[in-house]
């Protein structure tokens, strides 16, 4: 079957189109893959910079949206069912070996792109907000990172689960539309934000970004407010220093989903089924960015490390 893999770590535009055999795994579900999501920890992958490291070569790619080819019993998944998958290595392929627990029928108004833009960012921002966050119905949200994968997800998972208003942060007006045609419910610019925002005016801060927008990130946090870290797609990671914190009664969250929800069998299926209806009816619906074909996953990669690229990236396969 046709597959990229990283065979050396010297960055995305190393990644090679082969040939290698179909995965066979009879405890396993065997999924052929329409589409698979791309994401910064693939592209971390390609120079070795990513916590997991395979052996080399190995196939990236850590979600999936396709048809299943076989399921193990008592998996409940038949042949022909359309599904979504973490398969969490080996996604960038014709097909993918994935596992039962972490793999999900699709409804039939959501596309195989939008599936595999679905479950990671998804998924994280539900922890992120709802689990970690505590968000509660009328909360004032602000979202850093606003027009990309996890800043898109952020706002409509959000708006699904009861937030009042949602302001996006973003970097130019472009990526502003993009954030309002996604739910949100208004836009500031990043430069300067705080003063666009208010001091002490929101209740939860959802940062994928880091670097220098932090400490602002504090001043805008109402008493009890709570700012959710997720990343540092900005480059540098962020220092609190913590008198801000016991001062005005605010909270720094960590948000580790992966860590925390792949090692408690069943804890994504429990988030499955809180957004799958709000899935299904189109409230939660993934910002598809830029969709390349297989062979050009080097470009896809590449995309992410510009900067270039709003809403989930997407191979085809």
């Not at 929800?261 to 209806?277: D, F, I, K, Y």
């Amino acid at each position: 079957m046709r597959a990229i893999q990283i065979t050396r770590l010297d960055g995305p535009e190393s990644v090679e189109l082969s040939d290698i055999p179909d995965p066979v795994d009879d405890t396993s579900v065997i999924i052929e893959v329409k589409a698979a999501g791309v994401a910064f920890p693939e592209l971390l992958q390609t120079r070795g910079l990513y916590q997991v490291k395979p052996e080399l070569p190995f196939v990236p790619g850590a979600e999936v949206a396709g048809v299943v080819v076989s399921a193990p019993e008592g998996a409940g998944l038949a042949t022909g069912d359309r599904v979504a998958s973490l398969c969490l290595l080996g996604g960038f392929a014709a097909k993918v070996a994935a596992r039962a627990d972490l793999t999900f029928k699709l409804p039939d108004e959501v596309t195989f792109e939008e599936g595999a833009a679905f479950l990671f960012n998804y998924a994280t921002v539900y922890f992120a907000l709802i689990e970690r966050g505590e968000m509660r119905e009328g909360d004032r949200v602000l979202i850093h990172g606003a027009a990309g994968g996890i800043g898109t997800a952020a706002i409509q998972v959000a708006k699904a689960f009861g937030a009042g208003t949602v302001t996006a942060v973003v970097s130019t007006d472009e990526k502003g539309q993009i954030a309002t045609d996604a739910g949100a419910d208004e836009y500031v610019l990043a430069d300067g934000f705080l003063e666009s925002v208010g001091r002490a005016s929101v209740d939860l801060v959802v940062d994928p970004v880091g670097g220098d927008r932090f400490t602002d990130s504090l001043r805008a946090l109402r008493e009890h407010g709570r700012l959710l870290v997720i990343g540092f797609t900005g480059g540098s990671i962020p220092e609190v220093k913590v008198n801000r914190l016991l001062l005005n009664n605010i909270s720094v969250v960590g948000v580790g989903w992966g860590a925390y929800s792949l090692g408690r069998p069943g804890h994504v299926a429990t988030q499955w089924e809180a957004m799958r209806p709000h899935l299904a009816s189109g409230a939660l619906k993934p910002v598809l960015g830029p969709t390349f074909p297989l062979e050009k996953a080097s470009e896809s990669l590449i995309s992410l490390e510009q900067r270039s690229a709003t809403g989930k990236v997407v191979l085809t396969v």
